[in-house]
């Protein structure tokens, strides 16, 4: 199919979702904060226009992240790496999601994230590692405006529920060479498959095209957790704050500028931010319970190759500033813990449509 210099800058903003969402979680952090989502850019067009009222899309995404320097506040913490005690974390994140468009203007998805992931200090023994699924999510959506209407820009709006199919109790069985033998040791809740609650999930994403051929794009998403804390003792001192694992919100945001390549035909490049992280008060319940608050705000370039109904994207967030806030638990102790941040985050995604897509066909007669 034949693709205008106009229609291939939006096309490139169809995204595959996570994920996550990851969870994993729709939303997420860096680190030893938590790294739960594989989400990039997002968008309405694909080669064929918006998807039509019973059009099936099927998206695979992927996130890698090795996050090894230490930050309290916005300070790092060099003296972490000279000594050689830093905590490494290595995230590898698949998630899939499967949408379909239940008219021209709502549309439900499926997350399913699978997560394998390792932690290791640099002056251990030995390294802790986990895999499995993650935290599923059920999203319901909408355009704002008439898609057969609104080909230079919308807003779309949508909301759903994490369930915690991921379990956040996983343990390794660990020779720590003290003579004591192999031992169950729980691992540390940043590499947890999942967080061990029920989340409100809140996502929103839009387009506008600018000039004849760039557009810009706004996306992001918000998981609120009621509860308190997943009840995973990580402390024999139970009066401790910190004695349970905390049930955290997550929440990312992206923004930015895409553009086709004139000489390839269906390829574009965008550039823009991302930043994300945890909040160290949810929007709704207590904020009790261990967790490491904090955000990553990195610079993401991306290519988009868009072919029929295929997408591929590849972008690559380079970190510009991260912070490691203080929890309730820091506020009310006097202290302030630190997080392992990574350099990168390394997103990559394939997405696929199927079915019927009679909006789409309706859109192109009407160009």
Not at 262 to 278: A, D, F, H
Not at 297 to 309: A, E, F, M, V
């Amino acid at each position: 199919m034949r693709i205008t210099a106009n229609r291939t800058a939006l096309t490139a903003l169809a995204l595959l979702v996570l994920t996550s969402f990851v969870s994993v979680r729709h939303a997420s952090a860096q680190g030893c904060i938590v790294a739960r989502s594989s989400e990039q850019v997002m968008g309405p067009e694909g080669s064929e226009g918006y998807m039509g009222a019973g059009e099936w899309q099927f998206t695979m995404g992927y996130r890698h992240q090795y996050s090894f320097r230490h930050f309290v506040g916005p300070t790092e913490q060099k003296q972490r790496i000279q000594i050689g005690n830093q905590v490494m974390n290595k995230i590898n994140l698949l998630n899939y999601n499967l949408s379909y468009n239940i008219s021209n203007r709502w549309s439900a998805s499926l997350d399913a994230p699978l997560l394998l992931a390792s932690r290791r200090s640099n002056n251990s023994p030995f390294t802790t590692t986990a895999q499995g699924i993650g935290d599923t999510v059920v999203t319901a959506q909408a355009w704002i405006f008439d898609p057969a209407k609104s080909r230079r820009g919308n807003i779309q709006l949508g909301g759903g529920v994490m369930i915690p199919t991921g379990k956040d109790n996983l343990t390794n069985s660990v020779d720590r060479f003290d003579g004591k033998g192999a031992q169950s040791t729980l691992l540390d809740y940043s590499i947890q498959p999942g967080g061990g609650g029920w989340g409100a999930v809140f996502r929103w994403q839009g387009f506008l095209q600018v000039g004849r051929e760039s557009a810009v794009y706004f996306n992001g998403s918000y998981t609120a957790t009621p509860q308190n804390t997943n009840h995973v003792q990580r402390s024999t001192n139970l009066s401790s704050p910190t004695a349970y694992v905390s049930i955290s919100d997550q929440y990312l945001l992206e923004a930015g500028i895409i553009r086709p390549i004139k000489k390839i035909r269906g390829l574009s490049c965008s550039v823009g931010p991302r930043m994300e992280g945890v909040p160290a008060h949810d929007l709704f319940g207590e904020n009790l319970g261990f967790r490491r608050p904090g955000f990553a705000i990195s610079l993401q370039p991306g290519i988009q190759y868009t072919r029929n109904r295929n997408i591929l994207s590849i972008s690559v967030g380079k970190a510009i500033y991260r912070d490691r806030v203080r929890s309730v638990p820091d506020l009310m102790t006097g202290g302030h813990g630190d997080a392992a941040f990574a350099d990168y985050v390394w997103l990559a995604s394939y997405t696929v449509r199927f079915g019927s897509p009679k909006m789409a066909h309706t859109a192109k007669a009407n160009n």
